[in-house]
């Protein structure tokens, strides 16, 4: 199994998208107005309208609702993105911090509200780990 891709509602895919474009400092491929994504080599962050789940009812997902998910990016320097950050209109609910596990960490808001983390490892052993799942990923082993 290869993880694909994490898909976020909203009920505006261009506001988010350049949101997205600004934080990351990736481009979005944007198909339609319902629908862009952001791929990176690990996975894709895939930004889609309400519309594209309608069929679904109540059982749609609700844009702006997210309680439990937090999107993350591995990045290179946190404390950097953080003052890049601080040049547009970002909600920011944890400076950065090096969290107990080892990771450097910035967590703040997309314009939904979902939280979003830019982390880093920083510690010897979570270095030591990061470099162990990635040699892991490269033989198709599965962490478990």
């Known amino acids: 199994m290869h993880f694909a891709s994490i898909r976020i509602i909203t009920e505006d895919v261009a506001r988010i998208a350049d949101f997205y474009e600004r934080a990351t400092g990736l481009t979005a491929k944007r198909y339609t107005d319902d629908f862009a994504e952001l791929m990176t080599s690990s996975g894709t962050l895939a930004l889609a309208s309400t519309r594209t789940v309608r069929v679904l009812g109540e059982q ?10 937090i999107v993350e990016f591995r990045v290179a320097d946190v404390d950097g993105e953080y003052e890049r950050l601080k040049e547009f209109d970002v909600e920011v609910v944890n400076e950065p911090t090096t969290q107990p596990w080892g990771n450097r960490s910035l967590l703040f808001k997309d314009p939904d509200g979902n ?3 830019f982390f880093a490892p920083v510690t010897p052993d979570a270095l030591k780990r990061y470099e162990e799942q990635i040699a892991e990923a490269a ?5 478990g």
């Open 115 to 117: 939280l979003v983390n």
């Open 139 to 143: 033989t198709g082993k599965a962490n």
């Open 60 to 69: 749609a997902p609700r844009p702006a609702a997210n309680q439990s998910v």
